[in-house]
């Protein structure tokens, strides 16, 4: 359900029949749906047409009875309610009694949700800084006798990192079982919670033009993905996502499949606490899709908010619009407005604006002007506005050869020599797209598929499964040619 107001809250919590008069005074609207009344009221209250306190008074009053007309006095037989009538007046108090009842209940889970997150987060970030203060003590110590630093401050926020998931999961499982994502985001919401340098967090040393550490900020964003600790990193994307951090501004990520630009991403939310939401482009995606579109919600007309106008409006998140050259052009116009620098854009009832710390970047086979290899079919030329909106278009190439084997190795557990002789294949594959001898170029993907295929099929089966069956047939000589002269099946069987 989407997240509400806190005005909207507080109107709610309300007696019910105090809300819907006050509805009806301030706007004149009649109804007997206590959601219907409360948007009713916010709405004015966003429009100006009337104050909060204002509102407040007048629940107050309705809720005090002092604007309830005074209830005839029978004075003789004639003129006794009749029974009908006060069968609903004991069945209506009945029913405020329920909604009484409801709004306790309500305000208790709310309460013992946001008490409990609020009592865990103090307690990590308690354990992580003890932590931490323990490592510091024991590391100057060693210092003292070695003179050299023994504890690897990267190597140790990544195992804090995955203490901390660990002891986090059964409470992030409880809430999701019980639907309570909503009331938890709204109880807690992201905030930055600490810098540190790039070293500290990423396992590599970045300075800026001065030669000053580059710092990175930490959220505590509750729905951060989880870490791949596997993940390799490099200097230059980095300094791209830290800029866009510093200034805010979009960045679109272009290059070959298997390059990782949508795991980069995710990565960068996983390693910094934030949240993250992807969203899958094609052919057929609207604008309601991914923004929203009005609809029903218990039988009332309603505004429901896409995935992006959601995660725009969310504190922290990192927003990943992939594939995007796949959408016609025409529906994703409506991204210029939010694209724009502290954009503030009227859509679906209410001005959005992008919450503090979110990050929109963009995931491409095509760096937004077409594809010119042929090989990515359905992409299509995007407007130039579009991919204007986007302060840098970086181009993801595969890895340097000592990284990729880094890669390989930490994904699959492998041998550093096997890594090594399996790439020389891929990359000599790779070469031959250039000539044209080979369509597409195989991606790290199908080397760590390849590698843990190993332990059960053969080498010629695990070539043609992961590397060469996902080739159009005018590629299979080359591919057939280079596993004969490059791949050696003794010292592939002698390193498995």
């Given at each position: 359900?989407?997240?509400q107001?806190?005005?909207?809250?507080?109107?709610?919590?309300?007696p019910?029949?105090?809300?819907?008069n006050?509805?009806?005074?301030?706007?004149?609207m009649?109804?007997?749906?206590k959601?219907?009344a409360t948007?009713?009221l916010e709405?004015?209250?966003n429009a100006g047409?009337v104050?909060?306190?204002?509102?407040g008074?007048?629940?107050?009053?309705?809720?005090?009875q002092?604007?309830?007309?005074?209830s005839?006095t029978?004075?003789?037989?004639?003129?006794?309610?009749?029974?009908?009538?006060?069968?609903?007046?004991?069945?209506?108090?009945?029913?405020?009694?329920l909604?009484?009842?409801?709004?306790?209940h309500?305000?208790?889970?709310e309460?013992?949700?946001?008490?409990n997150?609020?009592?865990l987060?103090?307690?990590?970030?308690?354990l992580?800084?003890?932590?931490?203060t323990d490592?510091?003590g024991?590391?100057?110590?060693l210092?003292?006798?070695?003179?050299?630093?023994?504890?690897d401050?990267?190597e140790?926020?990544?195992?804090v990192?995955?203490?901390?998931a660990?002891a986090?999961a059964?409470?992030?499982?409880a809430?999701?079982?019980?639907?309570?994502?909503?009331v938890?985001?709204q109880?807690?919401?992201?905030?930055?919670?600490?810098?540190?340098?790039?070293?500290?967090?990423?396992?590599?040393?970045?300075?800026?033009?001065?030669?000053?550490p580059l710092?990175?900020d930490?959220?505590?964003a509750?729905?951060?993905?989880?870490i791949d600790?596997?993940?390799?990193?490099?200097?230059k994307?980095?300094?791209?996502?830290?800029?866009?951090?510093?200034?805010?501004?979009?960045?679109?990520?272009?290059?070959?499949?298997?390059?990782?630009?949508?795991?980069t991403a995710?990565q960068?939310a996983?390693?910094?606490?934030?949240s993250?939401?992807?969203?899958?482009f094609?052919k057929?995606?609207?604008?309601?899709?991914?923004?929203?579109?009005?609809?029903?919600?218990?039988?009332?007309?309603?505004?429901?908010?896409g995935?992006?106008?959601r995660?725009?409006?969310?504190p922290?998140?990192?927003?990943?619009l992939?594939?995007?050259?796949n959408?016609?052009?025409?529906?994703?116009?409506?991204?210029?407005g939010f694209?724009?620098p502290n954009?503030?854009?009227?859509?679906?009832?209410?001005?959005?604006?992008?919450a503090?710390?979110?990050?929109v970047?963009?995931?491409?086979?095509?760096?937004?002007s077409?594809?010119?290899s042929?090989?990515?079919?359905?992409?299509?030329?995007?407007?130039?506005s579009?991919?204007d909106?986007f302060?840098?278009v970086?181009?993801?190439?595969?890895?340097?050869l000592?990284?990729?084997?880094d890669a390989?190795?930490?994904h699959?557990?492998?041998?550093k020599?096997l890594?090594?002789h399996i790439?020389?294949?891929?990359?000599?594959?790779?070469?031959?797209?250039?000539?044209g001898d080979?369509?597409?170029?195989?991606s790290?993907r199908?080397v760590?598929?390849f590698i843990r295929?190993l332990d059960?099929?053969?080498?010629?089966?695990a070539?043609a499964?992961?590397?060469a069956?996902?080739?159009?047939?005018?590629?299979?000589?080359?591919?057939?040619?280079?596993?004969?002269?490059?791949?050696n099946?003794?010292?592939?069987?002698?390193?498995i």
């Amino acid at each position: 359900m989407p997240i509400q107001s806190p005005v909207y809250i507080a109107i709610f919590k309300k007696p019910t029949q105090a809300v819907l008069n006050a509805a009806q005074e301030v706007t004149g609207m009649k109804t007997e749906s206590k959601h219907t009344a409360t948007l009713a009221l916010e709405n004015a209250i966003n429009a100006g047409q009337v104050s909060v306190d204002r509102v407040g008074t007048i629940i107050d009053q309705y809720a005090n009875q002092k604007h309830r007309p005074a209830s005839p006095t029978s004075t003789s037989s004639a003129t006794q309610t009749p029974a009908w009538v006060a069968h609903l007046d004991a069945t209506d108090d009945q029913v405020k009694h329920l909604d009484k009842k409801l709004d306790d209940h309500t305000s208790t889970l709310e309460t013992m949700i946001k008490s409990n997150a609020q009592v865990l987060a103090k307690r990590i970030v308690s354990l992580d800084a003890d932590l931490r203060t323990d490592i510091a003590g024991i590391q100057a110590a060693l210092q003292a006798v070695n003179k050299k630093p023994l504890v690897d401050a990267f190597e140790v926020g990544k195992a804090v990192a995955h203490e901390v998931a660990n002891a986090f999961a059964p409470f992030k499982q409880a809430v999701i079982d019980a639907q309570a994502q909503a009331v938890v985001a709204q109880a807690v919401s992201a905030i930055v919670i600490e810098s540190k340098p790039i070293r500290e967090v990423f396992g590599i040393e970045i300075n800026d033009a001065k030669g000053n550490p580059l710092m990175v900020d930490l959220w505590n964003a509750q729905d951060a993905p989880a870490i791949d600790p596997n993940f390799v990193w490099t200097e230059k994307i980095l300094r791209h996502l830290l800029l866009a951090q510093r200034t805010g501004e979009n960045l679109w990520f272009g290059g070959h499949k298997g390059t990782g630009k949508s795991e980069t991403a995710r990565q960068f939310a996983a390693y910094t606490g934030r949240s993250f939401t992807r969203i899958n482009f094609h052919k057929f995606t609207t604008t309601e899709d991914y923004v929203g579109a009005i609809g029903l919600d218990n039988g009332e007309t309603v505004f429901k908010q896409g995935d992006f106008l959601r995660a725009f409006t969310s504190p922290s998140t990192v927003v990943l619009l992939d594939e995007v050259t796949n959408a016609d052009a025409g529906e994703l116009a409506t991204l210029n407005g939010f694209l724009e620098p502290n954009s503030a854009v009227t859509y679906g009832g209410a001005v959005r604006r992008r919450a503090p710390g979110v990050l929109v970047f963009a995931a491409d086979n095509t760096l937004g002007s077409g594809d010119e290899s042929g090989r990515y079919a359905g992409t299509r030329t995007m407007n130039s506005s579009l991919v204007d909106r986007f302060a840098r278009v970086i181009h993801f190439d595969y890895l340097p050869l000592a990284q990729e084997v880094d890669a390989v190795m930490r994904h699959t557990g492998c041998a550093k020599q096997l890594a090594e002789h399996i790439l020389a294949s891929i990359r000599m594959a790779r070469a031959k797209v250039e000539t044209g001898d080979v369509v597409d170029a195989p991606s790290i993907r199908s080397v760590i598929a390849f590698i843990r295929a190993l332990d059960v099929l053969s080498i010629d089966d695990a070539w043609a499964t992961t590397v060469a069956a996902r080739q159009p047939s005018e590629s299979a000589a080359a591919l057939e040619a280079i596993r004969k002269a490059t791949l050696n099946p003794a010292l592939i069987t002698s390193l498995i």
